[in-house]
């Protein structure tokens, strides 16, 4: 479903030329926008949105047809449109200690 709302309070604040996924529409994926004016569309919510959709389809599927079928399209989007950006979340964050780089310390100056 299109959300007609959100784009246009997006093209409000002067990014009426924002490159958007319009078929399928995942409206509900959007998370923001650059001060560039490219949309930010979280991958997981886009997965979530073609499989609300799609019941039908496993999320494999659903993985698959959005990489091949709407990530590749970012390229041929119409000229002078601002490329949308997907955001991959980040599942865990580890810190690491100098110690536990072993080796690769005296390799590089710490």
């Given at each position: 479903m299109?959300?007609?709302y959100?784009?246009d309070?997006?093209a409000?604040?002067?990014?009426?030329?924002?490159?958007?996924?319009n078929?399928?529409s995942?409206?509900g994926?959007i998370v923001g926008?650059t001060?560039?004016g490219?949309?930010v569309?979280?991958?997981?919510?886009?997965?979530?949105?073609?499989?609300?959709?799609?019941?039908?389809?496993?999320?494999?599927e659903?993985?698959e047809?959005?990489?091949?079928n709407?990530?590749?399209?970012?390229?041929?989007?119409?000229?002078g449109m601002?490329?949308p950006?997907?955001?991959?979340?980040?599942?865990?964050?580890?810190?690491?200690t100098?110690g536990?780089?072993?080796?690769?310390k005296?390799?590089?100056?710490f």
């Amino acid at each position: 479903m299109i959300d007609n709302y959100l784009r246009d309070y997006i093209a409000a604040e002067g990014h009426e030329n924002a490159g958007v996924f319009n078929c399928p529409s995942y409206d509900g994926a959007i998370v923001g926008y650059t001060d560039e004016g490219a949309v930010v569309y979280d991958f997981e919510l886009m997965v979530d949105e073609y499989l609300s959709e799609n019941s039908d389809c496993t999320r494999d599927e659903a993985i698959e047809f959005i990489n091949y079928n709407t990530i590749r399209s970012i390229p041929y989007m119409k000229d002078g449109m601002v490329p949308p950006i997907i955001m991959y979340p980040v599942k865990e964050i580890r810190r690491v200690t100098v110690g536990e780089l072993g080796g690769i310390k005296n390799e590089y100056k710490f």
